[in-house]
């Protein structure tokens, strides 16, 4: 229950294009969904992040989709950059604070 | 404004060491989280400090311990190494440590246990 799956592991996407990484949580507990972006060396750095009562987000490019009754949320980039390239994971946590990860999406925009 | 410092960069410890990582938090946060990133894995959650207390642990053995200064900045120590403790270990701060307070993360420190 206290899993966050993440898919895919890896995802090769053309310049220009849509990039969709999916997230599916068991706990209905958890409130609280970010998202973070990773470079080689770097800490995580958050993205965007969306609470259960809202069904979507959008923050620039990034935007965060929520679906509570299938307990699933998916980041999507739109018009996806070289830049863009790293690895993403997604979290959920709740009250008392403790974020679960999901296992991470490497990014490779291709140019 | 610095961002959340992490020392040091990177450590080579031999099995059965103890090690201890530094952290510093954005001025004006309050809270300091650590992390385990194993390479290829998300972050698991180890500790949560806030105003000097525990506010939480993770599924982690009693090897690991960490404490918050009057500063607010703290330190994790591991003790006993073992090979699978070789990670990268973050240090993240929040303002007041509540969920939705947002976290952000130091460069972390590359631990190699031989």
Known sequence: ?111 | DAGVTQSPTHLIKTRGQQVTLRCSPISGHKSVSWYQQVLGQGPQFIFQYYEKEERGRGNFPDRFSARQFPNYSSELNVNALLLGDSALYLCASSAAGGTADTQYFGPGTRLTVL
């Open chain 1, 1 to 111: 229950q206290q899993q966050v799956k993440q898919s895919p592991q890896s995802l090769i996407v053309q310049k220009g294009g849509i990039s969709i990484i999916n997230c599916a949580y068991e706990n209905t507990a958890f409130d609280y969904f970010p998202w973070y972006q990773q470079f080689p060396g770097k800490g995580p750095a958050l993205l965007i992040a969306i609470r259960p009562d809202v069904s979507e987000k959008k923050e620039g490019r990034f935007t965060i989709s929520f679906n509570k009754s299938a307990k699933q949320f998916s980041l999507h980039i739109m018009d996806s950059q070289p830049g863009d390239s790293a690895t993403y994971f997604c979290a959920a946590g709740y009250s008392n604070y403790q974020l679960i990860w999901g296992a991470g999406t490497k990014l490779i925009i291709k140019p």
